[in-house]
């Protein structure tokens, strides 16, 4: 059995209120806010703490947003399923981005309801993860509640791109970056997956956070 997300409803430590200008400026910029069904967190607020079992390169491990924003900014982006259309996309274009990201000091962290073995296989993948980008499994979806999101079921008898059936809910794709005090800074819905990525990346690069920096 998949080991369950371990939520903490509080804000990161240490945080401080987000600058007003940075938060509207990054809204605008990347024009950040195509409404949902569901009013999900938005920028200015706090990120929800959370950990959850993970995986990079087929290997699983304990991700933890706290610890990871002790080394910059965070990219915590949810998308519905590994294995399908849009999500394989998204997936392939944050690794072929890997090093802009890492070059502007983010750590990027996927989040679905999948399985740690599907992901385990997704992670590994060389055309989509390939090895660089983590996914992290929230197999009840408690960690896209606590940022908001809209959790749907997967129709009866839909397939992934592998011909295997979706047995899991599916969280509403949206990205959210958290800077390293907690806040954030942005959220990126209603984008095709390509474009939300290349959008995180602009999000990113305007906190002017270098690796060195962000520590």
């Given at each position: 059995?998949?080991?369950?997300?371990?939520?903490?409803?509080?804000?990161?430590?240490?945080?401080?209120?987000?600058?007003?200008?940075?938060?509207?400026?990054?809204?605008?910029?990347?024009?950040?806010?195509?409404?949902?069904?569901?009013?999900?967190?938005?920028?200015?607020?706090?990120?929800?703490?959370?950990?959850?079992?993970?995986s990079?390169?087929?290997?699983?491990?304990?991700?933890?947003?706290?610890?990871?924003?002790?080394?910059?900014?965070v990219?915590?982006?949810?998308?519905?399923?590994?294995?399908?259309?849009?999500?394989?996309?998204?997936?392939?274009?944050?690794?072929?981005?890997?090093?802009?990201?890492?070059?502007?000091?983010?750590?990027?962290?996927?989040?679905?309801?999948?399985?740690?073995?599907?992901?385990?296989?997704?992670?590994?993948?060389?055309?989509?993860?390939?090895?660089?980008?983590?996914?992290?499994?929230?197999?009840?979806?408690?960690?896209?509640?606590?940022?908001?999101?809209?959790?749907?079921?997967?129709?009866?008898?839909?397939?992934d791109?592998?011909?295997?059936?979706?047995?899991?809910?599916?969280?509403?794709?949206?990205?959210?970056?958290?800077?390293?005090n907690?806040?954030?800074?942005?959220?990126?819905?209603?984008?095709?997956?390509?474009?939300?990525?290349?959008?995180?990346?602009?999000?990113?690069?305007?906190?002017?956070?270098?690796?060195?920096?962000?520590?």
């Amino acid at each position: 059995m998949p080991a369950e997300p371990r939520l903490k409803f509080r804000p990161i430590p240490g945080s401080k209120p987000l600058s007003r200008g940075l938060a509207l400026a990054l809204a605008v910029a990347i024009g950040a806010a195509a409404p949902s069904a569901q009013a999900a967190l938005e920028a200015g607020a706090h990120a929800p703490a959370f950990s959850a079992r993970a995986s990079l390169d087929g290997k699983p491990f304990d991700f933890s947003l706290e610890a990871a924003l002790k080394r910059g900014p965070v990219v915590v982006y949810f998308y519905p399923s590994a294995y399908t259309g849009g999500c394989n996309i998204q997936a392939h274009t944050f690794s072929v981005n890997h090093a802009r990201f890492a070059a502007a000091g983010a750590t990027v962290i996927g989040v679905s309801l999948d399985s740690i073995e599907r992901l385990n296989a997704f992670s590994a993948d060389p055309a989509y993860c390939a090895g660089k980008v983590a996914v992290a499994s929230d197999p009840d979806g408690a960690i896209a509640r606590a940022f908001e999101l809209e959790i749907r079921d997967a129709a009866a008898g839909k397939k992934d791109t592998r011909g295997d059936d979706i047995r899991h809910g599916l969280a509403e794709r949206s990205t959210f970056i958290v800077t390293p005090n907690g806040l954030i800074a942005a959220r990126l819905s209603g984008l095709k997956p390509a474009d939300n990525v290349e959008q995180a990346l602009q999000a990113v690069q305007r906190l002017g956070l270098s690796p060195q920096a962000a520590r």
